[in-house]
């Protein structure tokens, strides 16, 4: 609702609002008295407690006391938000400045942006009391005030109690409660506030004892009957009213006003009608007349016609511009939080002084008589700050950090712990909020309004000091605007370690009193204000401005808490048990405990948000030494007298397993992880000061617990590491199974079965070999175990793998000193293997569930197949016939083969392909050595000699492709020594020349490798070059024998003759080959010569 009221000379529009934070539930209804009624005559209702609900009994009351302290811990979430906090009495004094002459007397206080104004009664509080009694400011006072002003004080005081003033406010009294129906409304007593926020769930701290809320003594407690948030033009104001509204009928609102007819309205008095009604949104006043306390008659005047009432015409553009004047020079001159100021005027005079009584009081002047604001407003302070930090829609870090540091300095610690210590766990709370996300801290976030500038929290004084005293000289022609230097505080920024370490700094100060100290008299505690510069100062950021950018904060969405379980986490807030309310019996639960709780579970977190934040940088020393002091503080807490159980102990001990193992895999860097184990910060130390006396305390004993394992106290080799962490996984493991621990302990077996193995790779004698795979063989059984139970088959092929690599080893270790066959203890081993690798790829079923390790399984199960197949035949078993040993070695080493894995994109795909080709040429050799003893005309010859043929063409393809020219050339002669045998053997002369023409083909197959050789494609060694000669003379001697058997009479076929001069072409052209050439010479002719031949050969096959 707005209401516009016309200035009489310019007609200007005045702007008010008025949003209602508490009230009675609705207005009293009125019923209008009866002509002649007498006044004097108390009604029947009179002063009865049926009718306090509306709020009467407080009408003949106007002392107040220091009421804008007890508006503020009222309504803390107004704190900030308005600029001024009074007594509407107070507002209105200060808007009749320019209308009443006499003096004015208030107390000002300043928190965060917003003033506290308060009334101060000379005469009550320095006049009339005993002389101990605000000993300091009376001094003062006697210093530097006229003594008139005291007279005048002391000759209202007493006017308000003569016989006359008395008697008028108990007419007005009977008036109101003659005017009131009475309603049969039961939920009268109940409570109308505005609308407020839901808090956040938070711990519950302390609240400040009443006593020490508010300068006054806790009997002059006064609640009013509405409290209002007024805005008048651009002001906002909490205000405290106890001014009753009335209603019925076709005026639902009105306002009640006793005069007597014999006296006009004064201009006062009509401001006064006036600025009650804008403070409560009443539209209407009823005035009614009476003489000498007989009712006469009622007039009913709307609110915006007030200002132009007869004998009482007033501006509201005046009474505006005051309000902006005064309350911009309050704004810009009373700075400093935690200091007292005095706005005083004299009666008559044209100036408002305000004096900084905290900077003009000595400390001597307070040895004999505490400043009795200072408690009230570090208390303040506190509770604004705790409203602030627990509302949903009002988080603003840097604010409240402002707060609490200012309250820290003026509490005295030893009189005020739990609050101290609330503060700095509050404190340390910005930095680290208590619903971290150890593994997701996100606190490197910025909070803060787009126009916001920055301050220095620990602002010195630039210049000249400030003046203690400040004047406004009053004009109504031309009233003064000051401008407000406030700037929002900044916001609390950092890296995730910095915020760490402030949040621990917070925390550890409970236990440093000398740092917590008194405020001072002439210390000011800094408040964020730029320097007095105009060529640099900007308009002032709007309110309503600000209250938006703030919505639109607390729209943001709050960061979920990731449900990884492998990460240091706290527990869900539905699992922690709740902390007690502090109001509520707290059974044998004292504050310190309570607090000592909060500010351990604080130190829980922050270390679990460090010791995270180094795992993940890589820096495993350090976040090891960070859980190890996380472990000691959950082991003090678990043994207060409550705990929140805020901590996973299980995952306590998997971080601390993961540690061990990383800093295994990153063994280069042990050095440094050894030094960041012992690289203590000074709140470590700190800290475990503190915690070997809450140790001692409560008779925590490490070795007796769950989490012993955790402390690492040197770093000295890599199975110290690695058994570490298995002892830290078991142990996580009894007290709570899940996937995420077991298949981490499965992975550290491995790594300890895995480092014996490779250690057992480096020993050279059997027995040091067999002992360490001992150690190795419990490991990989128990890892077997363990990922067979969670159904993680790629590790469980894994370890079957690192099995059956063991069992290779225990076979190698078996090895005879001078090689023979094999012994039975290497034939078990091996068999053993065997069936590990098997399982291994049984487990994984085909290659795209993990080929990795699939490509692994199948290498070193071809590699063991292959190595005892080659031993094998080299020494065959004894135990075997000739025949029965060749075909196990045949088995044994197609077996291999069938493992060889031969797709281009394998990266072991040339090893395969040699290790086919070795396969391929022994199996060839073994059928080769078998054909001599199988008789010609045996059934099974031909089989063999295909089988034969088959294995050595395939080696030689093999040995080609490969690159291995030796070898392949070698593979080549063996093709060839068995088609020239297989010639030699034969009677029948046709057959002979196939077998003698298929080895002339062979020995051309040949060119192709060498005209590699000569393009420098291939190498072979200097010791191996002699192989081309064996072969160009291998040649000749084929070219002669078909020469020889083509000139056979009978010939053997119609092309004998043919065939004969073709061979002699041929043989004439070996002749172009010279003994004296060297290598590289006789290599080229060599192919120039087998180029010729082939060639030969063509033309005669086409012609023919």
Known sequence: MEK???????????????????????????????????LNLPPANWLSSSADSYGLQHVSSHSKGFSSFRMAHMFPDCVGEVDVVSDAENIKKLLKIPYDKGHISMMVHRIENTLLIDDFDIYKHLLKTAETEWEWLRKFFFENINRATCEE???????????????????VSKFLYYSLVESDNKDGNNLVEGNSTDPLQHPLLPEPSPSTECPDPPTSDHKYTRNVVWTFEDIDMLIGTDMPIFGGGTHPCISLRLRDMNKPISVLTGIDYWLDNLMSNVPEVVMCYHLNGIVQKYELIKTEDLPRLDN????????????????SFLKSNATKAGHTYWLFKGKDEEVIKLYDLTSLCSEKDFENGHNPFTIPVAMLL????????????????????????????????????????????????????ANTNPECPELDEVDQDDNESFYDDDMSENGEKDEALKVLVLNNSSLEKFKNYYKPPPPIIGSVEERCLQAETNRDNKREEEEIRMAKTLEPIPMPYQSLNPEKTNSEPTRKGKKRDRKKKADKCQPDVATNKTALLLKNKNEAQPLPTWREPLHDISWKDHLKTLLYEKAVLVYAILSEFHFVKGNYGTSLRTIGLLARCQLVMNKLQYTSNALRENCLLGRAG?????????????????????????????????????????????GASHVKCVFVYDIRTIEQMLLKAIECYEVALKLSETDSILRRLGNSLNEVASYYLNMAKTLKTGVDIIETCKKAEPYLMRGVEIFEKVKDDPNTALLHTNMGHMHRLLAHAHTPEERGELTPQEKLHYNKAFINYKKALQVLGDRKHCPGIWDAVKWELSTALFNMGSIMHEHPPSYLSKSEAEKEVIETLQKALQYCDFEENNPKFPLYQYRAAVIHYRIGSLYHSHIWLTPNDSSNRKNIIQLAKINYEKAAKLYFQSSDAINYFTAQMQRFALSEYLSETTSILNTKIKHLQHCLEIVLELNEMILLLIEKKVDVSEENEKSEDESEERKNHILKTLVKICLTKPPPNKDCSKLAELYKNCYKRSFELKDDLDYKSLLRKLGSVLKDIEDLIDSFNNNS
């Open 4 to 38: 516009k009221d016309g200035d009489p000379a310019d007609n200007e529009q005045i702007k008010s609002t008025a949003i209602v934070k508490y009230s009675l539930p609705k207005p009293a209804q009125f019923v209008k008295l009866q002509c002649n009624t007498d």
């Open 658 to 702: 993961d540690c061990c193992i990383m800093m295994v895999q990153t063994w280069s860097r042990s050095e440094e992880y050894a030094a960041q184990l012992h690289s203590y910060l000074d709140e470590d130390f700190k800290m475990m000061e503190q915690l070997e006396q809450d140790e001692q305390l409560y008779h925590v004993d490490i």
């Open 312 to 327: 009482s015409k007033f501006s509201p553009k005046l009474i505006r511009d005051v309000a902006q004047s005064i309350l």
């Open 382 to 433: 506190y509770r604004v700050a705790r409203n602030m930090k627990h509302s949903a829609d009002r988080r603003q870090p840097g604010t409240i950090r402002m707060l609490l540091k200012n309250c820290l300095k003026l509490l005295p610690e030893e009189k005020y712990p739990e609050i101290v210590t609330s503060s700095l766990y509050m404190l340390s709370d910005l930095y680290v909020p």
């Open 153 to 171: 004080d002391k000759n209202l005081y007493l006017k308000s109690r003569t016989r006359e003033a008395l008697k008028e406010k108990s007419l």
